[in-house]
């Protein structure tokens, strides 16, 4: 079963730079099959159907996100310290060029139909959920009257962070702790007002 588990990463990692570079509906199970090294009929005996190779990835990229951003923030007591992590491990995922799982899900997120997309959509809606009661809690400590209601504070957030696969490039004038403390502060001045201070400058141990 865990060989089985291994394999099926394997091939979701090979397929997702295969969907990367060719589009999800441009992309052949012939296409995939050769470049994860198998015959067609041996990829569909691992993975069914190509809307359910979609799935597959979908879903990896969401265990991906759980494993490196979500675990990784579950024993912080403050709030504000959680999110400040959640977004800087968020952009990490977002524009290191080894996950192309987590570029499927934004770029294909539309091609994955019924049943399968209701799946992912719930666990989305879980991360979503999470944001929303982050920002409330920080809200809350910061008192006072918000500016802006945490589920329309959450999707700004993710729309800033998803978005930046499309432009964002490592190899550019921004490198990637710079624009990590740029956008924690963007966030956080526009959810908190101007009161509030720097976050990131010179208490950023994931940043450093």
């Known amino acids: 079963m865990e060989t089985d588990k291994r394999n099926l990463r394997e091939i979701c990692r090979i397929a997702a730079r295969v969907f990367f570079e060719k589009g999800y509906d441009g992309a052949s199970m012939q296409d995939i099959a050769r470049a994860v090294g198998l015959t067609k009929a041996g990829l569909y005996y691992h993975v069914g159907s190509k809307d359910r190779l979609l799935f597959e990835i979908m879903n990896y990229g969401m265990e991906i996100l759980h494993e490196n951003v979500i675990d990784k923030v579950k024993t912080i007591a403050d709030p504000h310290e959680t999110l400040r992590q959640t977004i800087v491990g968020h952009i990490d995922l977002i524009v ?33 959920q999470m944001l929303e009661d982050l920002i409330a809690q920080v809200q809350q400590r910061e008192g006072g009257k918000p500016h802006i209601s945490p589920r329309l504070a959450a999707f700004a957030l993710l729309g800033m962070i998803n978005w930046l696969y499309q432009w964002y490039r490592p190899d550019g004038p921004i490198k990637q702790p710079e624009l990590a403390e740029r956008y924690v502060n963007f966030f956080f001045r526009g959810l908190l007002g101007e009161s509030q201070k720097s976050v990131a400058s010179g208490q950023s141990p994931v940043l450093s």
């Open 96 to 128: 290191r060029a080894r996950d192309l799982e987590i570029t499927v899900i934004l770029h294909e997120n539309r091609s994955l139909k019924g049943v399968l997309r209701r799946k992912i959509n719930a666990r989305k809606k879980q991360y979503i």
